[in-house]
């Protein structure tokens, strides 16, 4: 079967504290594509990351950065030294025969 | 480079009325999607388009839904006649994938149209 868990429903911390979203992924594919996307209040939803599974190379922009481990078929975000504006439903997403499979998201609340 | 367009971005309709949504993707997107975001959940595909022939449209329901993308580009989605539960932000997205079979490029989102049905 093929899932996305992402175990937190939401987070509160204070802004410039670093948080770290989880996502947990299951898939029997050997080749599969992984996502993350940002979901503001306004709505739309906003690319931020995408890893195949042949390259664990863990990935920073900025103050993003994404852990990729095959071994527990994980693929956490972290935000170092969060802000206000990174207030918003974070999505994992799991591509397979060109659907989507998502995670119910993580709310993240930044508090000022 | 312009993002996916979509309109309106906000309906209030009565039930058993119909609305239509519209949607444009990225120029040169061969892909298009069209998903159902019910509040508190991640977003459902209701039908992919590649060029203008639908790839799947398993979870659309149509005895009520419908879409078209009769040139290619930009696509319609019509709800008729609507009902209390399709309350929802309805999200066109759209990938370059010009190859056919198993689309496997990124999926760029639009803002969404909010409806809400009464």
């Known amino acids: 079967a093929q899932k996305v868990t992402q175990a937190q429903t939401e987070i509160s911390v204070v802004e410039k504290e670093d948080v770290t979203l989880d996502c947990v992924y299951e898939?029997?594919?050997?080749?599969?594509?992984l996502f993350w996307y940002k979901q503001p209040p306004s709505g739309e939803l906003v690319f931020l990351i995408r890893?195949?599974?042949?390259d664990e190379q863990n990935e920073i922009s900025g103050r993003y950065s994404w852990n990729f481990q095959k071994s527990t078929s994980s693929f956490n975000f972290t935000i170092t030294a969060s802000q206000v504006v990174d207030s918003a439903v974070y999505f994992c997403?799991?591509?397979?025969?060109?659907?989507?499979?998502w995670g119910a998201g993580t709310k993240l609340i930044i508090k000022p | 480079e312009a993002g996916v367009a979509q309109s309106p971005r906000y309906k209030i309709i009565e039930k058993r009325q119909s609305v239509a949504f519209w949607c444009n993707p990225i120029?040169?997107?061969?892909?298009l999607y069209w998903y159902q975001q019910i509040l508190g959940q991640g977003p459902k595909l209701l039908i992919q388009?590649?060029?203008?022939?639908?790839?799947?449209d398993s979870q659309l329901p149509k005895d009520r839904f419908s879409a078209e993308r009769l040139k290619g580009v930009d696509s319609t989605l019509k709800i008729q006649p609507a009902k209390l539960e399709d309350s929802a932000v309805y999200l066109c997205?759209?990938?370059?994938?010009?190859?056919?079979?198993?689309?496997?490029?990124?999926?760029?989102f639009g803002p969404g149209t909010r409806l809400t049905v009464l």
């Open positions: 997403a799991l591509l397979r025969n060109y659907q989507l499979i």
């Open positions: 898939t029997r594919d050997t080749t599969y594509y």
């Open positions: 890893r195949n599974s042949f």
């Open positions: 120029s040169g997107h061969a892909t």
């Open positions: 388009f590649q060029n203008n022939g639908v790839v799947d």
């Open positions: 997205a759209s990938s370059r994938d010009l190859g056919s079979g198993a689309s496997t490029d990124t999926q760029y």
